[in-house]
Structure formats: structure tokens, C-alpha cells
């Protein structure tokens, strides 16, 4: 049997909730004759937030591992290409930290990209009908940090896959932000049913366009 491994975050900024951990924490326990999902609630804080999620892959030994988090203001569920070597924090994190231009790891590689099948999983989540797209940053905060540090510590293990899913506001979240997309808790959770059914299934990612002109 297949472990599968999903993080969210804690609520952070002014939200009382994050979509991430609402939606994760819905999959808990679902097994099938497959695989068998674990959740794990991660802070939204520089370091500890990696130290947890490192012990995760530890203890349960995952065969595929994704962080989702919250990105409001994003109109569709974006599978991250790509995590950069950079804390670069717009807000503190939840402890009050803000790092300026300090690197996730020191001396590490300057990226690392995701090694999810971003495009097949994209593809069958638009054939599904679930609007999703392959995003080309996943910002310098708390999310690009855990992606970062996933990857980095993954990187002799590519019999692990890994990566990172950003999902829009919720409706109630989208409400005190007028004028911002949402996502229904339930879409995002069918989402994530297919990225994991996808990544399990896809040795190989898919030959088509993810890209963006600017
Ligand atoms: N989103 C933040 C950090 C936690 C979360 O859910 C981010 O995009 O960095």
C-alpha cells in the first residue's frame, strides 16, 4: 500500500481560516486497496514549518507528498513548476518573522523544480472541468519555502514524487475581498483527489504547453 502524503497551512495574514488545511484535512484517513492518505497541518512560519514536514516524511514514509496552500487573489488551482532558493517574506510569518533575501538552504541550488506530472495533472483536472493552470512561481513566502525545502531534501529520492498546489480563497474567504475569485471547498477537494490519482498513475509527464509569455 501506497502512503500519500498531503500538507495545509495553519491561517495566516488576517484569515481566520486557510483553504489548504479545510480542504487536506477532508481526505484524512481515506484508504483504498492503493493507498492510504496521511494529513498533516503545517505553521505558516520559516523553518518550523520544513522541520514538521520533514519529520512527516520520516515517520510515513510517503510515495508522493503534496503541500497546498492557500494563494488568494489566484482565480484557479496552479500546480507549482518550480520552487526558488529565496525567503523573501512581504508579511511576518506567524511567529513575527520576516526574512528579506535570505536563502531557504545555504549554499543550496538555486531552484528545484516540482517532480509532480504538473501537465498531466493540469490537463485531467480541465478535462474534469476544474479550472487549473501551471504557475511559474510560487512567490517567496512561507508556500516557496516548504516546496523549496520538500524538493531539497527529496532530491536523491526520485522514487518520491513532490510538489506544491496553490488553490484560490474559499467563497466565505472571497466575500471580504471584493472582486476575488474563489473556489468551493468541495471543487478543491475533487481537485486534490485527482492530482493524487494522477501523480500515482503518470511515470512520465505529459508533452504539452504549460507556458506563459510573461
Ligand atoms: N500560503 C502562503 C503561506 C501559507 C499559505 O497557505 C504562501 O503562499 O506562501
Known sequence: MKTVLLTGFEPFGDESINPSW????????????????????L?????????VLLAAIARYSPTLVIAVGQAGGRTDISLERIAI???DARIPDNQGYQPIDKPVVENGPAAWFSTLPIKAIVNA??????????SQ?????????VMY????????????????M???YLPQQAAKHPGSASM???????????????????????QITGGTMH
Open 22 to 41: 479545510e480542504v487536506v484535512s477532508r481526505l484524512e484517513g481515506v484508504t483504498d486497496a492503493e493507498e492510504c492518505i496521511v494529513c498533516v497541518q
Open 43 to 51: 505553521p505558516c512560519v520559516f523553518g518550523e514549518s520544513l522541520q
Open 85 to 87: 532558493n529565496i525567503d
Open 125 to 134: 483536472l480541465q478535462q474534469e472541468g476544474i479550472p487549473a493552470s501551471v
Open 137 to 145: 512561481t510560487a512567490g517567496t513566502y512561507v508556500c516557496n519555502h
Open 149 to 164: 525545502g520538500l524538493l531539497h531534501a527529496l532530491g536523491d529520492k526520485p522514487e518520491v514524487k513532490a510538489g506544491f
Open 166 to 168: 496553490h488553490i484560490p
Open 184 to 206: 468551493a471547498a468541495e471543487t478543491v477537494k475533487q481537485g486534490l483527489e485527482i492530482a493524487i490519482r494522477t501523480a500515482l498513475r503518470v511515470e512520465f509527464d505529459e
